[in-house]
T-cell receptor
């Protein structure tokens, strides 16, 4: 079965700690994205990657970092510099044939 | 920049028809997508319009008017399971050839028995 997986589903972190969210896809998509969603809000773009070893900042990149060493994987690190990290984080990849983004199940991060 | 407006809430009864409007302001417009998101879940793709007109997929249809910067999602024969948030999202060219999605704030649809 092809798809996008994110782990863990729920994550708790203490203030001042960095935490890394996993995103893996076996759809052979080049482009991958990270979004943040706050309660009752739309999705905001954090980072995106068009191809391996390349990534670009989105609208709200401050306090986050990413890497793209493999086509299948696009991990997101939420650093201690992110002032308000509690949110629902969604990873997506883009089908180049239909130009449609498909989402993983998300990780809900709570900072205690 | 880009901005989208859609109503925050819509309520309808089972079997009814509901229309969710979306107006947008953007540069580098490429097309308008619609996503459905149930509580706690991931957004799932519903439809995409790049050209003016109506696209029909089963009970759901989506419309786009590029000249009016306006689109809508039409849900027919509403079912309880259609209760969810619906997001319009503009596909636009950003830096270079990068195609990005910018999402509206979402419309919470409640279907009543």
């Amino acid at each position: 079965d092809g798809g996008i997986t994110q782990s863990p589903k729920y994550l708790f972190r203490k203030e001042g700690q960095n935490v890394t969210l996993s995103c893996e896809q076996n759809l052979n998509h080049d482009a991958m994205y990270w979004y943040r969603q706050d309660p009752g809000q739309g999705l905001r773009l954090i980072y995106y990657s068009q191809i391996v070893n390349d990534f670009q900042k989105g609208d709200i990149a401050e306090g986050y970092s990413v890497s793209r060493e493999k086509k299948e994987s696009f991990p997101l690190t939420v650093t201690s510099a992110q002032k308000n990290p509690t949110a629902f984080y969604l990873c997506a990849s883009r089908d180049p044939h239909t130009d449609t983004q498909y989402f993983g199940p998300g990780t809900r991060l709570t900072v205690l | 920049g880009q901005s989208l407006e859609q109503p925050s809430e819509v309520t309808a009864v089972e079997g009814a028809i509901v229309q969710i409007n979306c107006t947008y302001q953007t540069s580098g417009f490429y097309g308008l997508s619609w996503y459905q998101q149930h509580d706690g879940g991931a957004p799932t793709f519903l439809s995409y319009n790049a050209l003016d007109g109506l696209e029909e997929t089963g009970r759901f249809s989506s419309f786009l008017s590029r000249s009016d910067s306006y689109g809508y999602l039409l849900l027919q024969e509403l079912q309880m399971k259609d209760s969810a948030s619906y997001f319009c999202a503009v596909r636009a060219f950003s830096s270079g050839s990068a195609r990005q999605l910018t999402f509206g704030s979402g419309t919470q649809l409640t279907v009543l028995p």
